[in-house]
Nanobody, 124 residues
Framework: HVQLVESGGGSVQTGGSLRLSCTAS????????MGWIRQAPGKEREGVAA????????WYGESLKGRFNISQDNTKNTVYLQMNSLKPEDTAMYYC??????????????????WGQGTQVTRL
């Protein structure tokens, strides 16, 4: 049984930064894909970033590259999302998600079978 627990959300002012964390249990990140998906009120889910545990390859949503950085610590089964220069349009619920290696770079929310409960990020 996979469990994903996110933390690190909050409210920030203009230009602020946040780092989200996602710790997986009952599942190892060592040979799989971990991603961050967000959903703003009234909008569809959007793939933010993904990382392949084997090799650390990363993918980002087109509008996010350069501001967001995904990383992992496989010894802790934890994935991080560093978010810098946050904008009002970044306000959303952010979910950690896990899936198989194949298709990791698609950033398609429907690709991930396991999800956390989400953590709210608000740019004031």
């Amino acid at each position: 049984h996979v469990q994903l627990v996110e933390s690190g959300g909050g409210s920030v002012q203009t230009g602020g930064s946040l780092r989200l964390s996602c710790t997986a249990s009952g599942y190892t990140t060592r040979s799989n894909c971990m991603g961050w998906i967000r959903q703003a009120p009234g909008k569809e889910r959007e793939g933010v970033a993904a990382i392949l545990a084997a090799g650390g390859y990363t993918w980002y949503g087109e509008s996010l590259k350069g501001r967001f950085n995904i990383s992992q610590d496989n010894t802790k089964n934890t994935v991080y999302l560093q978010m810098n220069s946050l904008k009002p349009e970044d306000t959303a619920m952010y979910y950690c998600a896990a899936g198989p290696s194949a298709g990791c770079g698609s950033l398609d929310p429907t690709y991930f079978p396991a999800w956390g409960q989400g953590t709210q990020v608000t740019r004031l």
